[in-house]
């Protein structure tokens, strides 16, 4: 089994639906790789169109078994002082044949 760093640009986002009426939103990042987790900074005042040009790492495996592990899951949330934080919405990049490719290779970049 071969390891190493798989790692992720966070650079913006387009296209978040408001959640509030006469609030600008303050999201922000969860990224999830198996059971790793980041949190990325607040992109304040950024409303619709966040950026936050940011990198995370996480450890990566392979092969590593069942194909969930090789997914790449990015929940955007609002940010609330008061309340607790909303979730906003989803996606998901599945990145196997990247980290397939980056043991075969030494290097691998999906943009």
Same mark, same amino acid.
């Given at each position: 089994?071969? !390891?190493? $760093?798989?790692?992720?640009?966070? =650079? ?16 922000? =990042?969860?990224? *999830?790789? @198996? ?5 990325? !900074? ?8 966040? =950026? ?11 092969? @590593? ?10 929940? $955007?949330?609002?940010?609330?002082? $008061? ?5 906003? @919405?989803?996606?998901? $990049?599945?990145?196997?044949?990247? =980290? !397939? ?9 999906? *943009?």
């Amino acid at each position: 089994m071969a !390891s190493g $760093i798989l790692e992720v640009v966070l =650079v913006d986002c387009k296209g978040i639906p408001e959640k509030e009426f006469l609030v600008k939103m303050i999201p922000y =990042v969860v990224i *999830r790789y @198996g059971n790793q987790e980041c949190k990325s !900074s607040v992109a304040r005042g950024e409303g619709k169109k966040p =950026v936050w040009n940011e990198k995370f790492t996480f450890n990566a495996e392979y092969p @590593g078994g069942e194909d969930y592990k090789y997914k790449l899951t990015f929940h $955007i949330m609002d940010k609330h002082k $008061i309340s607790d934080d909303v979730f906003v @919405g989803e996606t998901t $990049i599945y990145v196997k044949d990247v =980290v !397939s490719l980056g043991v075969e290779t030494g290097k691998a970049e999906l *943009r």
